[in-house]
């Protein structure tokens, strides 16, 4: 086994007495341990020159070091502080990092009879498993000072994401409050200001029609006709316009009421039920819901269900769940694929609303009605609903 040492100082690793030596016995470096034996007091510069016994066998162990053998001599004397002893000699080449240089030997010395140091080997032993001890001692003290210092910055970082969700939530909050508050504005001033504006012209058309006959009372009919839809447009727009109706009424009556909103000009008869008992409270965001969900539900029903003369609203309130449907006696649904400039695909549209259900981990369905008509059905769970807000 080839050997390179990096430093001499890398020979105090070694406990027994060892020596880098020349091939001749020249000492060129020895640790602590083998200049306490070897040369107490006074440099040491060949091995021969303190060799006790079997100085010859040295010299020939020594050259045989350097070749490609690892040999061993079992027994050879040193010169000590008090008195000779016999030790065991195992080394190893030291290759040079220049070819230039001579190739040098790693001797080390193991005592055969010597209790002095074996007494002082063991003290080196302690003295090393303790300083050994203390290392890992400090290394686990830096290692659970770490790991506090991780656990602190955790806490800290789970803190502060509870604290921006909380104000996130806040803010989601504020934002939906100031949207509802927005649009109630506009459904007042639409309702204050241009509902009597069109009430207005509508008194001044009907005056118009009692004393106007032939080809212009005809004329004058269609306008009041169209006045009219235009009026049930903005009704309608203001009752969209005012998700805070179910806070004021309630969710089930708040259903019946815009139910009834679209009913009201006599085009469908109406018919709304409600089974089993609403829990209170609700969720909000299923009250949200399932109101948009209706509202859209029933301008479908207005734009597309021709020749509709019934409407049935039902709500069923289950112990976990509650169900919408809205149903008509119209043509029912089409087998060709809606045109592009129908509501169902535009605006909200069928996906619109099968979203707001996703969200609330609900489902929507749609399809004809037994008979004759289509049925849109809505089922939204009750419990481990999450609690946001819904974007209206």
Known sequence: ?????????????????????????????????????????????????????????????????????????????????????????????????RKSQPATLLLRLFPL????????????????????????????????????????????????????????????????????????????????????????????????????KGLARRRLDEIVEHVTGVGRKIHHAVVSGRPRIVEELGFSRAIEAMAASFAADGRLQLCFRKKGAEPDPMPAVIEDTLYRVAQEALTNTLKHALGARKLDVVLDFARSSVSLSIADDGIGLRSQPERPGDGLQTGIGLPGMRQRMADVGGTLGIGPRCGKGTIVTAVAPLTGVVPRSVSS
């Open 113 to 212: 009879l010597d209790p002095r140091f074996s007494a002082a080997a063991e003290r080196m032993r302690r003295l090393t498993a303790e300083r050994q001890r203390r290392l890992a001692m400090q290394q686990f003290d830096e290692l659970r000072s770490d790991r506090l210092r991780l656990v602190e910055q955790y806490c800290f970082v789970a803190e502060a994401l509870r604290i921006v969700e909380a104000r996130t939530h806040r803010l989601e909050d504020e934002l939906n409050h100031i949207r509802a508050d927005e649009r109630a504005r506009i459904a007042r001033d639409l309702h204050d200001h241009t509902g009597q504006e069109m009430a207005r012209v509508l008194i001044e058309l009907r005056a118009l029609q009692e004393s106007t």
């Open 1 to 97: 086994m080839h050997l390179q040492l990096r430093h001499e100082l890398d020979l105090e690793v070694y406990l027994e007495p060892s020596v880098i030596a020349l091939t001749d016995g020249s000492i060129r470096a020895l640790n602590r341990a083998a200049s306490q034996l070897l040369a107490p007091g006074r440099a040491a510069t060949s091995l021969l020159d303190v060799c006790a016994s079997r100085v010859d066998a040295l010299r020939t162990y020594l050259l045989a070091c350097s070749g490609s053998r690892q040999p061993l001599i079992e027994r050879v004397g040193f010169n000590g502080p008090d008195g000779p002893g016999d030790y065991r000699c195992f080394g190893n080449v030291l290759v040079p990092r």
